[in-house]
T-cell receptor, first 115, second 112 residues
Framework: GDSVTQMEGPVTLSEEAFLTINCTYT??????LFWYVQYPGEGLQLLLK?????DKGSNKGFEATYRKETTSFHLEKGSVQVSDSAVYFC??????????????FGKGTLLTVNP | SQTIHQWPATLVQPVGSPLSLECTVE??????LYWYRQAAGRGLQLLFY??????ISSEVPQNLSASRPQDRQFILSSKKLLLSDSGFYLC???????????FGPGTRLTVT
């Protein structure tokens, strides 16, 4: 079955540091890939997505590139802020049960950014 | 624009008591609806999904059930809660066949 593996946290950085959170996947089909962010006490928000190989998703300074050859979708940001502190989830969506899609999530990576 | 609501926001219930969590979506029609559970220190586990009124599929057999009495309403229930039911419950909606899911604010359930 489909699976998503992302780097275990927690990750602690200083403000303005470079961020990378690794994510690799296994899928039987040709999935779409997502990063979701969860701020403390809240639900998940879609951060960015990519639907085909070599697509780059970007939002709020975060970027991730769909690498089919390495089955990866690593999240990066050049300069993190305290407000980026949250849990980040990598996910894939693959066709399931006909015309429906199913999201498979990684376990999440807690990021803490210190001033 | 579309919005998704969940209530209650937090809930503390004793073991063996019933449960009813509600999720409603506004601004869209015929969405796919999902219930997930997030246990402490773990990722999201898909519990139920629904592609239409009265149509419920379960991913994980357990003492929880779901119902969809109206197009934009999704309810998670239990007759008797277990300690292991504690967690953060998230509802999500998706335009049919769009592969993007949008999440509600969640309900924090503590079973004591």
């Amino acid at each position: 079955g489909d699976s998503v593996t992302q780097m275990e946290g927690p990750v602690t950085l200083s403000e303005e540091a470079f961020l990378t959170i690794n994510c690799t996947y296994t899928a039987t089909g040709y999935p779409s890939l997502f990063w979701y962010v969860q701020y403390p006490g809240e639900g998940l928000q879609l951060l960015l997505k990519a639907t085909k190989a070599d697509d780059k998703g970007s939002n709020k300074g975060f970027e991730a590139t769909y690498r089919k050859e390495t089955t990866s979708f690593h999240l990066e940001k050049g300069s993190v802020q305290v407000s980026d502190s949250a849990v980040y989830f990598c996910a894939l969506s693959d066709r399931w049960g006909g015309s429906n899609y199913k999201l498979t999530f990684g376990k999440g990576t807690l990021l803490t950014v210190n001033p | 624009s579309q919005t998704i609501h969940q209530w209650p926001a937090t809930l503390v219930q004793p073991v063996g008591s019933p449960l009813s969590l509600e999720c409603t979506v506004e601004g869209t029609s015929n969405p796919n609806l999902y219930w997930y559970r997030q246990a402490a220190g773990r990722g999201l586990q898909l519990l139920f999904y629904s592609v239409g009124i009265g149509q419920i599929s379960s991913e994980v057999p357990q003492n929880l059930s779901a119902s969809r009495p109206q197009d934009r309403q999704f309810i998670l229930s239990s007759k008797k809660l277990l300690l292991s039911d504690s967690g953060f419950y998230l509802c999500a909606w998706e335009l049919a066949a769009s592969y993007e899911q949008y999440f509600g604010p969640g309900t924090r359930l503590t079973v004591t």
